[in-house]
């Protein structure tokens, strides 16, 4: 069966297990969260050898088959996790093993293939295929991005465990500094943690003092601050990108990407479809929804011609990258000019 991250949640907790998982996607702090959850609420975080075997890659299915086949020991089931599991790499006669023995695991045990740095593309095939035979004989679950709130809420929550006061708005203010990365969100709470100690509160100010921009966070004020004709702020935020030694054609795929979005945020703003709509049409979800929405905004006061000529600007500039021997910086510096005349032609 498909399930959503809730139902696998709700699922877990109350200790209704499948024989075989595959869990993937965008976030993949809770998909470990979730991994561990299961080990932890079938054999225990202590668990002997013989009843949790972690497994990494692609291992031979012959060797993962004896693993799954084996009895518990003094325990009523064993688990067995395979970390970064990759459909695609598999060759066709281990494909067809790796089918037989998803469909096949005993009552005894618990497969658990699961990605945290392997990109699942559920079109491509072996990783449908594989998909549709876990989806008869387990549970196929894609956990999402998490949307900024939600990951806000649970930083909120890390920190109270530790005797921390961080507010709901303050939490919000860190999601959008790391990109809205759940992993990074709770990375940088426990250093902020650390930082006030229990009993302490954490601030704004902390928070813009310890916890460095993500790229993605940077482009977008980079953005803002060309469209409100900030010249001197959105020099110093590239040389701030720069000076984190972020190469140019990084920077410039993000500044277009950020751009597009504003520029489909304005033609969905136009014909009356909300952000909410234009997001799913477009095939966002979780975090990348909720950015979208800030990007909604921010395009609202925009004209749609200066954002379709600013695309224009910038791919042609992402071409002359990655063709044209010319210093990389001088390019995304020429860009951001044509930028900001683009801007001052489309004021008269």
């Known amino acids: 069966m498909k399930l959503s991250e809730d139902k696998l949640s709700s699922a877990i907790r109350a200790g209704r297990f499948e024989r075989v998982y595959f869990i993937y996607g965008k976030e993949p702090f809770l998909i470990q969260m979730y991994v561990d959850r299961i080990i932890k609420k079938t054999v225990g975080e202590d668990a002997l050898d013989f009843n949790l075997q972690r497994l990494d890659g692609c291992p031979e299915p012959d060797m993962l088959s004896d693993y799954v086949d084996t009895l518990p020991v003094f325990a009523e089931v064993k688990v067995i996790t395979v970390k970064d599991f990759d459909p695609e790499k598999l060759v066709a ?28 593309d559920e079109k491509k095939s072996k990783t449908k295929k594989l998909i549709e035979v876990i989806d008869k004989a387990g549970a196929v679950c894609c ?16 920190a109270a465990k530790e005797g921390v006061v961080i507010s709901q708005a303050d939490a919000l203010f860190l999601t959008e500094r790391v990109g809205s990365r759940m992993n990074v969100a709770s990375d940088e709470t426990a250093k902020l943690i650390s930082y006030v100690g229990t009993g302490g509160t954490i601030t704004r100010e902390q928070i813009d003092m ?33 000076r984190k030694q972020i190469n140019a054609v ?16 304005k033609l969905a703003k136009n014909s009356g479809i909300s952000p909410q709509n234009a997001a799913k049409s477009l095939g966002y979800a979780g975090g990348k929804a909720w950015a979208f929405g800030k990007s909604y905004n921010a395009a609202a006061s925009l004209d749609l011609r200066y954002l379709r000529d600013s695309v224009t600007v910038l791919s042609e500039t992402d071409i002359d990258l990655k063709s044209v021997p010319v210093d990389g910086r001088v390019l995304v510096e020429e860009a951001v000019t044509k930028l900001f005349m683009n801007r001052e032609k489309r004021r008269r």
């Open 93 to 120: 006669a281990t494909e067809k093993k790796y089918h037989e023995i998803v469909s096949n695991v005993p009552d005894s045990a618990i497969l658990v293939l699961y990605c945290i740095n392997t990109e699942i």
């Open 250 to 265: 990084t920077i410039m795929g993000a500044l277009s990407s950020t751009y597009l979005d504003m520029y489909c945020a």
């Open 143 to 158: 956990i999402e991005q998490m949307q900024a709130p939600k990951i806000a809420e649970l930083c909120v929550k890390k």
């Open 210 to 242: 310890l916890v460095p921009k993500q790229l993605e966070a940077q482009v977008f004020d980079l953005a803002n601050a060309i469209n409100a004709g900030q010249r001197a702020d959105s020099y110093r935020i590239i040389d701030e990108l720069f």
